[in-house]
C-alpha cells in the first residue's frame, strides 16, 4: 500500500464517519414531526424485522403528524404497535387503513436530553475520526519500519492526516451546533 492509498483510504473511512452521523442525528427527535424518526423502528414482517417505510407508505399530514399507510391491512395493528413500543414516546391512532403519528411538542427537560444525545453521538463520531488517525499513522510508521518510504515522507503523510482529521472533526462540530439550534428551538 503507498502513502496515497493509506490517504485515500483514511478519508473515505472518515467520510463514512461523518455520514453515520449524519443518519443518526436525522433520527433525533426535534418539536417537528419528519418521517426520519420511524426509519428504525422494525416490525415483524411474515417473520422477518422489517423496517416500517419498506412496508408502509410514510408521509407528513403537517408540521405534526405523519402519516403511515400500510400496503397490507393486516400489518396496520403491527406497525402501531411497533411505534407505540418504540423508544420515541409516539402515540399512534389508527383509523381505517391509516395510522396517524402525532408528535407532541418536546418540553425543555426533553429538549435537554435530546441535546445530550446529540452530542454524545458527536463525541463518538470524532472518537471514529480519532481513531482512522491512529491507524492511519500507525500504517506509515509500518511502512517506515520496512523502508517503503521515508521519515520525511512520512511526517508530511501525518501532517496531511492530521488535516483531514481537522477538517472531519470540525465538520462534525458543525453539524453538532446546526442539530442543537434545531432541538432547541421551538
Known sequence: MSIADIKKNAEQKMNKSVESLKADLAKVRTGRAHTGILDHIQVDYYGTPTQINQVA???L???RTISVQ???KKM???IEKAIRDSDLGLNPSSVGDII?????PLTEERRKEMVKLVKTEGED???AVRNIRRDANESLKKMVKEKECSEDDERR???DIQKLTDKFVQQIDKLLIEKEKEV???
Not at 100 to 104: D, F, Q, S, Y
Request: glycine content about 0%.
Open 57 to 59: 407508505n410514510v408521509t
Open 61 to 63: 399530514i403537517d408540521a
Open 70 to 72: 400500510p400496503w397490507e
Open 76 to 78: 396496520v395493528n403491527v
Open 100 to 104: 396517524r403519528v402525532p408528535t407532541p
Open 125 to 127: 463520531a470524532k472518537v
Open 157 to 159: 503523510a501525518q501532517d
Open 184 to 186: 432547541m428551538t421551538v
